[in-house]
């Protein structure tokens, strides 16, 4: 996955090597290496201030960084499969996490904590977009649904 920062000065890409890259598009170097995941990072998403990056992984977990520092801020733990997909508020305050264990759920960026599941996908939740207005989840699915949440 790739995600431009708000400002434009830099690309994050994930991969299977277990982390993050943060580039600076100016000068097309990496400026740090975000680990700490234990397997593969499928998705992740950088909230609307650029401060800082979601990241959700095989490894079941979701982790906050800091994006100028490089630092892990916590871990959030909670889901049963894999994290898929990854959508920020436009307010910045939650992120909604999709998972391979059929469910979302909707975490508060501020405290860490889950405040909602969402479940009635029958397979994997493999995207998620939330609309502009921060009120709506569409999510889709490998049961061949895409779902409206509010």
Same mark, same amino acid.
């Given at each position: 996955a790739l995600a431009i920062t708000p400002d434009g000065q830099r690309v994050v890409s994930s991969s299977k090597d277990k982390t993050l890259k943060v580039w600076n598009l100016t000068t097309g170097k990496e400026e740090r290496t975000l680990s700490g995941h234990g397997d593969s990072v499928y998705a992740f998403a950088i909230t609307p201030d650029g401060q800082r990056v979601v990241s959700g992984s095989k490894d079941k977990t979701l982790k906050i960084w800091n994006l100028a520092t490089g630092e892990e801020e916590y871990t959030l733990s909670g889901h049963s499969d894999s994290v898929n997909a990854l959508a920020i508020t436009p307010d910045g305050q939650r992120v909604v996490s999709g998972s391979k264990d059929k469910t979302l !759920?909707?975490? =508060? #960026?501020?405290? %860490?904590?889950?405040?909602?599941? #969402? $479940? $009635?996908? @029958? &397979? @994997?939740? =493999? /995207? #998620? /977009?939330?609309?502009? &207005? %921060?009120?709506?989840v569409v999510s $889709? $699915? !490998? &049961?061949k649904t895409l779902k409206v949440w509010n």
């Amino acid at each position: 996955a790739l995600a431009i920062t708000p400002d434009g000065q830099r690309v994050v890409s994930s991969s299977k090597d277990k982390t993050l890259k943060v580039w600076n598009l100016t000068t097309g170097k990496e400026e740090r290496t975000l680990s700490g995941h234990g397997d593969s990072v499928y998705a992740f998403a950088i909230t609307p201030d650029g401060q800082r990056v979601v990241s959700g992984s095989k490894d079941k977990t979701l982790k906050i960084w800091n994006l100028a520092t490089g630092e892990e801020e916590y871990t959030l733990s909670g889901h049963s499969d894999s994290v898929n997909a990854l959508a920020i508020t436009p307010d910045g305050q939650r992120v909604v996490s999709g998972s391979k264990d059929k469910t979302l !759920k909707v975490w =508060n #960026l501020t405290t %860490g904590k889950e405040e909602h599941t #969402l $479940s $009635s996908h @029958s &397979d @994997s939740v =493999n /995207a #998620l /977009a939330i609309t502009p &207005d %921060g009120q709506r989840v569409v999510s $889709s $699915s !490998k &049961d061949k649904t895409l779902k409206v949440w509010n």
